[in-house]
């Protein structure tokens, strides 16, 4: 079972992360923590090596997501009401699956992508850790919430570019921590 507050860690602008946050609860410390149990898996069963590899891979991907690192005043903008397409949702739901189902992003998209970096460009998405990531992650919040009631055409294609990005980057850091934990 992932915990809900596992999916995320909200600062207000401008606050920096710190490890005693939300008493371990939340989406960095349980990346760190099924990193370290993986890495460490020898004493562990099938199912804990299993259930640390969903973790992993879950909030890896949501980690990348810009509103999974969001400010808490609005819950990561699930509490912030918008229109898209003629529908009620929220600035979160945008993000997460409305622009990406949106802009048709899929993992052949991602894949291209990948096939145009280079082998340094993959070291630097891959330099740096968790908390590193975090604040990257963190950068692209002004982009996000500059938002209007209805979500415009203009801000999609602002966006969606961020979106690409972040899933590529989520893909090849999971790729390299997956190898940094298998290689041994």
Known sequence: ??????????????????????????????????????????????????????????????????????????????????????????????????????????YDVIESLLTKETKQQLKEITDGDIISWFNQTRKYLDTVYSYTDTISEDYINKCYPIIESQLLYAGVRLGFELNNIFKK
């Open 1 to 106: 079972m992932i915990i809900s507050a596992w999916h995320y860690l909200d600062l207000e602008k401008g606050d920096k992360y710190d490890d005693t946050l939300a008493k371990g609860n939340n989406i960095i410390v349980q990346l760190k923590k099924a990193i370290n149990n993986l890495t460490n898996r020898k004493n562990l069963s099938k199912d804990d090596i299993h259930f640390n590899l969903l973790v992993l891979i879950h909030l890896m991907g949501d980690f990348h997501m810009p509103l999974h690192v969001g400010y808490g005043v609005d819950k990561g903008g699930n509490t912030i009401k918008v229109t898209f397409n003629g529908k009620a949702t929220n600035l979160h739901h945008i993000w997460d699956s409305d622009i990406i189902e949106y802009k048709k992003i899929t």
